[in-house]
C-alpha cells in the first residue's frame, strides 16, 4: 500500500511515520510537508534512508504539487495543519489557509486519483468546552462548538471532509482526539515546555487559575488509533480517541512533573490567561473501543516518566527547536526571554 502522509515531519506525523514503518514495512511512505516552524526532520532520522520513505517539502495548499504527489497513491493520512491555540490567537489568517483551505486542495486532488480512502486527523477542541466537576464527555454525537481560530479552522476542515464523501462518494473517516503527548512534541505545548523550562532551570508558566482540563493520551495510542480505523473503521465515520478516565487540571501535572524531575513548586508561576481558554475537555472514546476494539494501552503516569525521560536524553534536539524561531514567540507570548 502507499501511503501520502501530509504535516509527517510535525510531532504526530512523524511518530506515526515510524510506528507504521515498524508495523507495516512493506508499504511505502510520501511525506509532504511545508517544514513550516513545526516541521523537522530530525524526528526522522531512523528512516530517512528506508527505501520504502520519502520525503517531499510542499504546501498542501499549492494544488500543483498536491496533485503530484497524490498520483498513485491509496491512502492520505491528514495530518498537516497549524497546531497551536495561542499562534492562532496572535495569527488566525494562516489557520484558516492551512487548515481549511489545505484540506480542500487534498481532498480536491483525493478525489480526482480515485484514492481508496483519505483520513482526516482532527481534534476534540471543535466540540467546544465542557464544564468543571462534572460527568459530561465529548462524543461523536456532541454538537461542534469551536472557540478559538485554531478550533474553528479544524472544524472548517471536518465539514469539508464530510463534504466530499456526501458529495463526491470520496472514502473519507475522521478521528476527533483529545491532547496527545510523547516524544517530538514541540516545546510550545504545555507538557514539554514544563520539562524543558525545569531541564533548562526556568520556570514553567501556568495559565489562569491552572484548573483547566485536558484528556491525555500518549501519542503512539494516537497512531494505533488511527491504524484500527485503517483496518476495520466504516467509511463515512467519525470516531472518538481519548486517553484519561478521570479529570487532572493543568496545575496538578505541572506539580507532578516537578515532583518526578525534583523540583519544588517554586517552579511554577502563574501568568496571563489565554482569552477564550476551554475549561475542560474529556472524550467518551466508547464507539470506536465497542465497534473496532480499540483502547488506549499507555498509562498517563508511567508514560508521563518515559516522556520526560525522552526530553532528558535528547536535550539536542529540543535546544536546536527552542533556538530558533521559538525565541520572538516566547518573547511575544510570555513577556520575557525563553
Ligand atoms: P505539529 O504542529 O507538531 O505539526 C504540524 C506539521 O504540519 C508540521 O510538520 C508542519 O510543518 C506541517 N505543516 C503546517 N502547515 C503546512 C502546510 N501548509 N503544508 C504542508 N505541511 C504543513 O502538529 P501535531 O501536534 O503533530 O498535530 C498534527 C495533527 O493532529 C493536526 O491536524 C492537529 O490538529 C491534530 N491533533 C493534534 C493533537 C495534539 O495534541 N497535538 C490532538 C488532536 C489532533
Ligand atoms: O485537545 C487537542 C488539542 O490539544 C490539539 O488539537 C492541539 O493541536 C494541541 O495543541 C492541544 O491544544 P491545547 O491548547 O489543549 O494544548 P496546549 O499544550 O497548548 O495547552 C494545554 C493546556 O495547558 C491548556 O489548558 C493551556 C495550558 N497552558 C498551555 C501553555 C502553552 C498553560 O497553562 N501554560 C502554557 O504555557
Known sequence: ??????????????????????????????????????????????????????????????????????????????????????????????FVRTNVLGTQVLLDAAVKQKVKHFHHVS?????????????EKFSETTIYDPRSPYSASKAGSDHLVRAYYHT????????????????????EKLIPLAIT??????????????????????????????????????????????????DISNLEIVKKIAGLMGKTESTIEFVKDRPGHDRRYAIDWTKIQKELGWAPLHD??????????????NQEWWKHVKSGEYQNYYKMQYNTSP
Open 123 to 135: 481534534t476534540d477542541e471543535v466540540f467546544g468546552a465542557l464544564k468543571l466537576n462534572t460527568t
Open 1 to 94: 500500500m502507499k501511503l501520502l502522509v501530509t504535516g509527517g515531519a510535525g510531532f504526530i506525523g512523524s511518530n506515526f511515520i515510524l510506528y507504521w514503518l515498524k508495523n507495516h514495512p512493506d508499504d511505502t511512505i510520501v511525506n509532504l510537508d511545508a517544514l513550516t516552524y513545526a516541521g523537522n526532520l530530525e524526528n526522522l532520522v531512523e528512516v530517512e534512508k528506508n527505501p520504502h520513505y520519502s520525503f517531499i517539502k510542499g504546501d498542501i495548499t499549492d494544488s500543483s504539487i498536491v496533485e503530484k504527489v497524490m498520483q498513485g497513491v491509496d491512502t492520505v493520512v491528514h495530518f498537516a495543519a497549524e497546531s497551536h491555540v495561542d499562534r492562532s490567537i496572535s495569527g488566525p489568517a494562516i
Open 197 to 246: 523550562n525545569l531541564l533548562e532551570g526556568k520556570k514553567v508558566p501556568v495559565y489562569g487559575d491552572g484548573l483547566y482540563v485536558r484528556d491525555w493520551l500518549y501519542v503512539e495510542d494516537h497512531c494505533r488509533a488511527i491504524e484500527t480505523v485503517f483496518q476495520k473503521g466504516k467509511i463515512g465515520e467519525t470516531y472518538c480517541v481519548g486517553g484519561l478516565t478521570s
Open 168 to 187: 463526491y462518494g470520496l472514502p473519507t473517516t475522521i478521528t476527533n482526539c483529545s491532547n496527545n503527548y510523547g516524544p517530538f512534541q514541540h516545546p
Open 300 to 313: 498517563f503516569d508511567t508514560y508521563l516518566q518515559t516522556t520526560i525521560n525522552w526530553y532528558k536524553e
